[in-house]
Nanobody
Framework: QAQLVESGGGLVQPGGSLRLSCAAS????????IGWFRQAPGKEREGLAC???????FYSSSVKGRVTISRDNAGNTVYLQMNSLKPEDTAVYYC????????????WGQGTQVTVSS
């Protein structure tokens, strides 16, 4: 069964860092565009960053310069390194895998909570 599992969330102080992981099982990430999203309470889900199968990247203006997305195809995992965290970064973070070969084929993880607070 294909699934994505996020990990690495937790409680961190303002200015701190976290590295989130998105591990795939049941399929390989090589032919997928992977995106990281977040959703804070009462807000819509927001796209943060994505990485294509050729490892080209895109970042939203809200996190550009503070996050880095990377992929390890051998490990079938995508990472989101987050630095200089702010309280407004508090949210549930999700990863998404979208097939580049099959329109409409995509997977979501269950999310990992990130809380930035002193």
């Amino acid at each position: 069964q294909a699934q994505l599992v996020e990990s690495g969330g937790g409680l961190v102080q303002p200015g701190g860092s976290l590295r989130l992981s998105c591990a795939a099982s049941g399929f390989t990430l090589d032919d997928y565009t992977i995106g990281w999203f977040r959703q804070a309470p009462g807000k819509e889900r927001e796209g943060l960053a994505c990485i294509a199968s050729d490892s080209s990247t895109f970042y939203s203006s809200s996190v550009k310069g503070r996050v880095t997305i990377s992929r390890d195809n051998a490990g079938n995992t995508v990472y989101l390194q987050m630095n200089s965290l702010k309280p407004e970064d508090t949210a549930v973070y999700y990863c998404n895998a979208r097939s580049i070969n099959m329109i409409g084929e995509e997977y979501w993880g269950q999310g990992t909570q990130v809380t930035v607070s002193s």
